[in-house]
């Protein structure tokens, strides 16, 4: 997808007056003139444009359910604009909800589901050696439906993402600083006290918290959790996934089979073309929150080992739980929906495999045409290939567009993508 665009912002979204917190910072809400589709935007002076810049390019390499999902960015002479996603339902800080409890903290059994989210999040990051940097509960959203309550991680101007990793992503530059601060809130969760921390005073935090009279009302399973966290400051920590299977943890229960007709969406999706596909999968960044409720459920089905994309054995071992179906059948399935050709299923990847047909608005297509031809009056042969990023050779590309009569120099109009 072409996130960045030199157009003027005011000319494509309508603003509103009224802002909103989102973590720590102030947005608003704004309505695309080109599908009337609901958004949310972020305006920064160019003077705080380092912090952007770190936000777009963790933002631009994460595709998690519990992340912000970045849709496009404005620049001009004065401002950056991100562009997110809105999120439909009850949308509250953690830091606020947790001001709403009795005693202002929660019980043990949610705190540690909020904290199980957040852990699984952060484990997907570092896959993709994105560190978060300043997690707190300000910075974690939760969104409230009638039929679930989820998390939604934001504000990510402190960012640090590595070509590889590397030991700059350990201690208090990256992964031990996340852990650290994560287990920070666990303990403001369950006690209601908000300690004051930045870089160079964890001692004074740990002191105080070890030292703290709440502790005594606390589970030995929880104290546990929140001293692992703490003690990892400063030193890489050795493996996220032992903490995220700590036993003070509350795994969410998950049914192991998916629906039927949830199967049959994944297996007619084999039957487009790869451009096709493709161009779904740009379209699917386009469906609001509430369009892909169910499909987000059965994300998380076939996400057995909790990593924020889905592996070829979990895709495999799902389906046969599921239902009778052969090998080869499984793997036609997987690499149809594979559209970026690497080893993991990703978020939006699942989504575009299980969109119907049905439920794709007008508002949608023209949502999802303006983002991908940069909001020109066609899109490019060269659009379609970003879309695909950087897993194919030329020859591959070639036989893709050939296949569906498109050459080097084909211009697509709206006309006939809709």
Not at 290 to 316: T, W
Not at 387 to 412: C, K
Request: one cysteine or more; a negative charge.
């Amino acid at each position: 997808m072409n996130l960045m665009s030199s157009l003027d912002v005011e000319s494509l979204y309508s603003i509103f007056k009224d802002s909103i917190l989102f973590g720590n910072e102030l947005t608003h809400r704004c309505i695309c003139l080109e599908s009337g589709d609901n958004y949310i935007i972020k305006s920064s002076t160019k003077e705080s444009s380092l912090r952007v810049r770190k936000e777009i390019e963790a933002l631009s390499v994460l595709d998690h359910p519990c992340v912000i999902n970045l849709v496009e960015i404005f620049e001009d002479r004065q401002s950056i604009h991100l562009i997110f996603q809105d999120i439909i339902g009850n949308l509250n800080p953690l830091s606020r909800l947790l001001q709403m409890q009795p005693n202002s903290r929660y019980d043990e059994k949610t705190a540690s589901f909020f904290i199980g989210r957040i852990i699984s999040t952060i484990r997907y990051m570092q896959n993709k050696n994105v560190s978060h940097r300043n997690l707190c509960l300000e910075n974690i959203l939760v969104c409230e439906s009638p039929s679930e309550i989820d998390i939604i991680m934001t504000d990510f101007t402190s960012a640090y993402v590595a070509s590889t990793k590397t030991p700059t992503l350990n201690g208090l530059e990256g992964e031990g600083y996340d852990v650290f601060s994560i287990g920070v809130m666990a303990f403001s969760l369950v006690t209601g006290i908000r300690p004051t921390y930045s870089r160079g005073n964890e001692d004074l935090i740990i002191n105080r918290i070890c030292g703290c009279i709440e502790l005594q009302h606390l589970s030995a399973d929880c104290i546990s959790f929140i001293t692992i966290c703490l003690d990892n400051i400063g030193s890489p920590f050795n493996n996220i996934i032992t903490l995220q299977n700590h036993s003070w943890l509350t795994n969410p229960i998950r049914s192991s089979k998916v629906p039927l007709k949830a199967i049959m969406k994944l297996q007619y999706y084999q039957r487009k073309s790869q451009v096709s596909r493709a161009l779904t999968l740009s379209l699917s960044h386009s469906l609001n929150s509430d369009q892909i409720i169910n499909i987000r459920k059965n994300f998380f089905k076939f996400d057995r080992q909790d990593r924020g994309e889905i592996s070829y054995l979990d895709f495999q071992e799902t389906l046969r739980l599921s239902c009778v179906i052969s090998e080869n059948e499984i793997r036609k399935t997987f690499a149809a929906i594979n559209v970026r050709n690497t080893d993991f299923l990703s978020y939006h990847e699942f989504i575009a495999a299980m969109i119907s047909e049905e439920d794709i608005t007008e508002s949608n297509l023209r949502a999802a045409f303006g983002l991908l031809s940069c909001h020109q009056d066609v899109i490019t042969v060269d659009d379609i290939r970003n879309i695909f990023g950087n897993n194919f050779v030329e020859e591959d590309f070639e036989r893709i567009f050939m296949d569906v009569g498109l050459s080097t120099y084909s211009l697509i109009s709206y006309l006939e993508v809709g």
